[in-house]
């Protein structure tokens, strides 16, 4: 699971870094388009700490999972912005776009989180 989050932080990184040249390059760069790439260095943080420290993974991916989770409820609200996105009456229709897709990548990232750690409960359960 640490290298998943670290797989997913990455998405991130590259989103952010994407809009935020997408808006350069339009002359509407904003710090804002930067967010993605915030929650994918945290989800890289606790990735890398997950494999580094054994006796504390269970907590740090816990840790990344809320991270993910955090990431999806901030931006779902993109999914409302639909019918204007495609009106053609989206104020700024890039940032709608980078929203959904950190939505989606978060949404994915925290059902990967919770599949993994159900396996992991079952196979504890079955192991006594």
Not at 54 to 66: C, D, I, T, Y
Request: proline share 3%.
């Amino acid at each position: 699971m640490p290298s998943t989050s670290i797989i997913f932080g990455f998405l991130l990184i590259l989103l952010g870094v994407f809009g935020y040249g997408y808006g350069t390059m339009n002359g509407n760069a904003s710090l804002t388009a930067l967010i993605p790439a915030i929650f994918g260095v945290l989800l890289i943080a606790f990735g890398t700490a997950a494999r580094s420290r054994e006796n504390l993974r269970k907590h740090l991916m816990h840790g990344a999972v809320l991270v993910g989770l955090l990431g999806f409820l901030a931006t779902a609200s993109s999914f409302l912005k639909i019918p204007a996105l495609s009106a053609g009456t989206a104020e700024r229709p890039a940032a709608v776009i980078t929203q959904m897709a950190m939505a989606v990548i978060c949404l994915v990232f925290v059902i990967l989180c919770v599949k993994s750690f159900v396996d992991a409960r079952r196979s504890r359960t079955n192991d006594v």
